[in-house]
């Protein structure tokens, strides 16, 4: 029985996915990596309303890393195309699906359509239940530079305290106002942060596992869940 129609276990409240693979499920399949990124856009449709079934209030997906541009034109075209279509599809499905949509990244990067598809998803979807934070263009030490960069210019401008907290700094994040993900699980073998929520990760239980992407299913996420709740978190304590 699926973890959703059972709620025996407490769930995370934020949980974040690497979701990495789509490449390597395509090949395996003689496909071009295109069609791992369309496999792995159906992923997400499923596992994002999963989640809202389960009542987990944030989902951080990391989408395209700031290093994904390294790829040659033609991927970077279709996962930009396969993006603007999901998006397209969410704001007609809005009121169905009862996902509210934030973006994490520098999304100047991005051409002005699909930037303003963002901003219409981010405005058409205030009070859903569950929180869709989508990484595009997203790199965590950009996100650090860039929050120190906003810091600085406030201090100059005699708006921000010069005694800066932890708390104080993370206001300047993307995250601002969303607590740190106590989950993040990264499908596809890979041990590694690949520079994903460098600064909210600090005391993240991480769960890497060996299905790709397109491949993860419901069951996969209550088996991450499983093992989170296996964990002995201490923060430092004892
Ligand atoms: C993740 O899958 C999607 C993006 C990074 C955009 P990959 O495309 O990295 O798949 P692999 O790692 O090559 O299999
Ligand atoms: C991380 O995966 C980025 C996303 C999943 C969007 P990558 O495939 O880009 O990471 P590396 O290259 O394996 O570190
Ligand atoms: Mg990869």
């Not at 973890?3 to 390597?24: E, Y």
């Not at 993370?170 to 969303?178: F, H």
């Not at 769960?207 to 430092?236: C, K, S």
Request: aromatic share 12%; proline share 4%; net charge neutral.
């Amino acid at each position: 029985m699926a973890l959703a129609d059972t709620q025996t276990v407490p769930v995370p409240k934020h949980i974040a996915i690497i979701m990495d693979g789509n490449g390597r499920w395509a090949k395996k399949r003689g496909l071009p990596r295109t069609a791992g990124h369309a496999a792995g856009a159906e992923t997400f449709r499923r596992i994002a309303n999963y989640c809202r079934r389960l009542g987990v209030r944030y989902l951080t997906v990391y989408a395209f890393s700031t290093e994904n541009w390294k790829r040659s034109s033609e991927e970077v075209a279709g996962i930009m195309k396969l993006l603007r279509r999901y998006l397209e599809e969410a704001l007609t499905d809005m009121d169905k699906n009862r996902v509210c949509f934030r973006f994490f990244g520098d999304l100047s990067r991005l051409s002005p359509e699909l930037q303003a598809l963002c901003r219409e998803a981010e405005r058409e979807s205030t009070d859903y239940d569950v929180q869709v934070n989508f990484c595009l263009n997203y790199g965590g030490r950009d996100e650090i530079l860039r929050a120190a960069k906003l810091y600085a210019a406030d201090l100059a401008a005699g708006k921000a305290d010069p005694n800066l907290t932890e708390e104080g700094f993370s206001r300047y994040l993307y995250s601002a106002g969303i607590p740190d993900p106590e989950l993040i699980i990264r499908p596809s073998g890979e041990m590694r942060t690949s520079n994903f929520l460098l600064w909210q990760s600090a005391y993240s239980e991480y769960v890497f596992m060996d299905v790709l992407w397109p491949d993860f299913r419901e069951q996969d996420l209550d088996r991450a869940i499983a093992e989170y709740t296996r964990r002995n978190r201490r923060f430092g304590g004892t």
